[in-house]
């Protein structure tokens, strides 16, 4: 997870992902109510009161899993031989900067509950998982595989298989090493190799036992974040140097893909192994009348935040309209002779789509922004926005359709799923009834909606294969900490943390083990 709302709501303007301009039109869906303020933590939305109860039947194929990663979850931080990433340096130099002062080191103590954890999620109906190798476990400093690290992920994925669950493994989920972030991190051709050796370690020490991979969750987020908006450390401002992290990112992607298919053609990956990218795919829609400048608004957002990664994970280069806009804005990525042989290589076998909300832009006031950086676009408020109040996110389910559809038209051979979707709540124990269980009816109805709009779309021509929810078990969420609770099942933080399930629990089940949406 890291999904970031930079920009926030509208529908009935126009959405761009791969290039395609569409014009939204007809009648609203049936679960978006005109209003604007904020929803309750309590209550999402009565789905009794919607004017159709239509059941929706997802493919008998399509898989039901959770979502989550190695720092946001293993715990263990120090131990095992394990180094310091980014996360626990900023936890030790600046713990007042993550919630209730809640940093890396403990996750929701996957480490030491993983079996508990996994028979929960089969008991849930569930048949896969996602999660993700931390660089900093499985190598050391001279970049030589870590034993006692190794060790651990060859016992977690033995442990998978015993459960009935399919694990798919991500390699990179914004933990870079801090030894590695020193010598310069993502803006590093020397990181970048660095990344390639250790992708390519994995896929020879893990090959026999994983059959999907993932090179990055979330490509966008870390240059955002780290380097252009100065939310995560080192709390940058910076644009130019986000969009070198961004082209080293991808660089880096290209090469590790590369490795898997030489890994792959010498037998260390098993025959029946797919590779692809995981990122957060955030439609960007506009004014229902838009001007030239808003579309062009549009174009650019989409184009860094979306067509980016499709155009490289699908072709094998980065849009060419995207970087002579850059080019005239002076912005200066670090291209070097040979970095589109190597981009070329960077086609993967399918993609996962995080989504937790739209994008809404128009034209920006100023070219510039207060830090004197490059501004394509201004937040857009569509009035009739429905919100997650405890996130600042809106809720639009229709996004993923649109995203499928968009994919459909543009990106036709790919295969996709939904790699993260969810909902967050501040101060869930207060829905707790007298038994101890938490209330929670507004997550059934989060994914519900989210998952009719999916079959809608496999109806029409999608070719989305599963959906895994971040996350089915409360985990530690960067700065945030627990302060939003995501999941099915609870994390207790006062009570050792023990796993609850909440009353949304049984519905998962349902919908998981029947693929009947209602």
């Known amino acids: 997870m890291g999904c970031i709302n930079k920009a926030a709501p509208t529908v009935w303007g126009r959405i761009c992902f791969g290039g395609s301009d569409i014009r939204i039109t007809g009648a609203r869906p049936r679960w978006i109510t005109r209003q604007s303020k904020p929803v309750s933590n309590r209550k999402l939305k009565d789905t009794k009161a919607r004017t159709s109860m239509a059941q929706y039947q997802l493919p008998n194929d399509f898989f039901f899993g959770a979502a989550m990663s190695g720092p ?44 508990d954890d996994l028979r929960i999620m089969k008991d849930l109906g569930l048949d896969t998982y996602r999660t993700s190798i931390q660089w900093s476990r499985l190598l050391d400093a001279d970049g030589n595989l870590n034993e006692e690290g190794a060790a651990w992920y060859h016992e977690l994925f033995r442990a998978s298989r015993e459960a009935g669950l399919e694990p798919f493994v991500n390699l990179y989920h914004f933990d870079m090493p801090t030894y590695l972030f020193n010598r310069g991190g993502w803006e590093s051709r020397e990181v970048v190799e660095a990344y390639a050796h250790y992708a390519d370690v994995a896929f020879r020490e893990f090959g026999q036992e994983i059959k999907y991979w993932f090179t990055f969750n979330e490509p966008i987020v870390e240059p955002e974040q780290r380097y252009q908006e100065g939310v995560w450390f080192p709390q940058l401002h910076d644009f130019n140097r986000a969009r070198t992290v961004q082209y080293h990112i991808s660089l880096a992607h290209a090469l590790a893909v590369a490795n898997y298919r030489k890994a792959y053609d010498k037998g260390a990956v098993r025959a029946d192994a797919k590779i692809g990218m995981i990122n957060c795919f955030t439609p960007v829609y506009t004014k229902e009348n838009p001007s030239e400048a808003d579309l062009e608004a549009v174009r650019m957002t989409s184009g860094i935040n979306n ?34 042989e190597i ?119 999608a070719k989305c294969r599963g959906y895994h929810y971040w996350a089915v078990i409360d985990n530690w969420s960067w700065a945030n900490a627990f302060k939003n609770r995501y999941g099915f099942v609870e994390v207790d933080l006062m009570d050792g943390y023990q796993r609850r399930l909440k009353k949304s629990a049984a519905w998962l089940k349902q919908v998981a083990t029947t693929h009947v949406v209602d």
Request: proline share 4%; aromatic share 14%; hydrophobic share 35%.
């Open 307 to 340: 067509r980016w990664w499709l155009d490289l994970i699908t072709r094998g280069e980065l849009p060419a309209d995207v970087l002579d806009s850059l080019a005239e804005g002076g912005v200066k990525l670090p291209f070097r002779a040979g970095d589109q």
């Open 72 to 115: 946001q979850t293993e715990g263990q931080w120090n131990q095992g031989g394990k180094l310091e990433n980014l996360w626990d340096t900023w936890s030790m130099q600046d713990l007042g900067s993550f919630y209730n002062r809640v940093g890396s080191y403990a996750g929701n103590d996957f480490m030491a509950k993983y079996k």
């Open 343 to 461: 981009l070329k290589q960077g086609v993967v076998d399918w993609l996962g789509c995080n989504y937790y909300h739209p994008t809404r832009v128009q034209a920006p006031a100023s070219k510039i922004d207060q830090y004197g950086l490059p501004h394509f676009a201004d937040e857009y408020v569509w009035p009739d926005a429905v919100m997650n109040k405890s996130r600042g996110w809106e809720i639009y389910p229709k996004g993923l359709y649109d995203f499928g559809m968009d994919c459909a038209k543009n990106y036709p051979d790919l295969e996709w799923f939904v790699s993260e979707n969810g909902i967050g709540i501040m101060d869930e124990y207060k829905n707790r009834d007298a038994e101890g269980t938490i209330q929670d009816d507004y997550r059934v109805d989060f994914v519900r909606q989210h998952l009719e709009w999916v079959a809608k779309a496999i109806a029409e021509g």
